[in-house]
């Protein structure tokens, strides 16, 4: 009961009878999930939620299928932690941090992966697919194993070495295309309409996209339902982005948040790879593909599917979008590292640089309760700070040596 309802065209509104289908007949549209808001608001409160799994699903008929596959990896219900010592440094007065790091492959796309996989079970589908930047393939190999399904993931053949192993592992089939993720996404468009597979950001993304709105969920809850002030999430294709956006909204449709939010929704991308950024510095609704250079290969797509909608949402809530160079990447990963002990990879470095930058413009306010959202473990980006990072000293296992090495450390204890 109360599942997504049907599918509805971004563009001219008209409807379509649930199926693995994601664009509109009449104008090419993008569709997205519907659902009955009122049936919803009737069944869930915020007793039924917390009595729930410590999962997505707890939210199950907030999204377009109300269970798990059987024997799926638990994604979700992440910790969102307070970070003082950082704030102090950005000179913000409450921030937080989602630590999506904590999820069954160390990134948020095991939300979007779960509801995606439960969809293409209910279609009857055997193999699952995607095109990836490198956490989707990690996701998808993972999950389909999880649940027995065959798997095609096709990457970019420049992936970082730590992302191809840790999907090889799973032992599906791991396809590097040699081009830029936007020809992977391209074939990977041309292969769905061939075989018969799921391709969870392809032909299942409607339902796919849905998963990220878990995100906004978990941070009211987890602020004891109440939405923040500010949120600032990195944008690849700019789905998440809009989703986390959608999520906040619906909580109060429904009503689990008593008073309306007004969150304000700011973007991060890579300077390297900033179309979304670019269109918002320069004020057209026109998002310009260009061709991905950066460090931040997850986030590298430079001809982002939901930039458009990124964008208006970053408008329309009175955020902003900044770009930050390769070398503000990696002082954000260690600044992050340094403060607050979590280790992300290059796109948190990109949402940490980001945040510093638009708290330093004041685009984010002290006086705001601002989110950021760390999508993905720093394990997986290793050649990113390899470079910058060393031990203090080597040195010989004697008492003497470590005096030499470190002269006077000890006696201010
Ligand atoms: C995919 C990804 C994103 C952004 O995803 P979109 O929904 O495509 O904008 C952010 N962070 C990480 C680590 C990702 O892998
Ligand atoms: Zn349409």
């Known amino acids: 009961m109360t599942v997504g309802t049907s599918l509805r065209c971004r563009e001219c509104g008209r ?25 919803i608001g009737a069944v869930v409160s915020r007793e039924s939620i917390a009595a729930g799994p410590a999962s997505i699903w707890r939210y199950g008929p907030l999204l377009p299928v109300a269970r798990p596959p059987a024997g799926a990896l638990d994604a979700g219900w992440t910790p969102l932690i307070r970070a003082d010592r950082l704030g102090a440094e950005l000179g913000l007065g409450d921030l ?55 798997s095609y993931v096709f990457v970019p053949a420049d992936l970082e070495a730590g992302k191809i192993l840790t999907t090889a592992v799973y032992g599906g089939n791991v396809v590097a295309i040699d081009g830029t993720y936007d020809d992977v996404n391209r074939l990977c468009a041309e292969l769905a309409a061939e075989y018969p ?19 906004a969920y978990e941070t009211a809850e987890q602020l004891g339902w109440e939405a923040p002030d500010h949120v600032v999430v990195p944008v690849a294709s700019g789905s998440l982005l809009t989703k986390i956006d959608k999520g906040f909204r619906e909580l109060h449709r429904v009503g689990l948040l008593d008073r309306e939010p007004t969150v304000r929704v700011s973007g991060a991308q890579a300077a390297g790879c900033s179309p ?19 460090i931040a290969k997850s986030l590298a797509i430079g001809n982002p599917a939901d930039g458009y909608y990124a964008l208006d949402v970053v408008r329309r809530t009175g955020g902003a979008c900044a770009a930050v160079t390769d070398a503000e990447i990696v002082d954000g990963i ?21 945040l510093r930058r ?7 306010r002290r006086d705001e309760r601002v989110v950021a959202y760390v999508t993905g473990h720093g394990l997986k980006t290793l050649d990113a700070i390899e470079p910058h990072v060393s031990v203090s000293a080597t040195i010989p296992a004697s008492l003497d040596a470590f005096r030499a090495a470190f002269p006077g450390v000890g006696e201010e204890d």
């Open 15 to 39: 409807e379509y009878a649930i199926a693995p289908i994601y664009t509109c007949e009449w104008c090419f549209g993008p569709l997205e999930a519907t659902y009955d808001y009122d049936a």
């Open 96 to 150: 937080w941090i989602k630590d999506d790091t904590r999820n069954p492959t160390n990134s948020f796309k095991d939300r979007v992966v779960a509801v995606a996989l439960g969809k293409a079970l209910d279609f009857g589908f055997k193999t699952a697919a995607c095109a990836s930047t490198g956490n989707l393939a990690n996701a998808v190999a993972a999950a389909a194993a999880r649940t027995g399904l065959q």
């Open 197 to 215: 597979w799921a391709f969870v950001n392809v032909n299942v993304r409607p339902f796919y996209a849905e998963g990220s709105k878990t995100l």
């Open 276 to 294: 979304v950024a670019t269109a918002f510095a320069n004020g057209v609704d026109d998002v310009h593909p260009v061709r991905p250079q950066t």
């Open 334 to 354: 260690r600044l992050l590292a340094r403060t607050e002990g979590v280790f992300g990879e290059t796109a948190a470095g990109v949402t940490i640089a980001s």
């Open 358 to 364: 638009l708290a330093a413009e004041g685009v984010v």
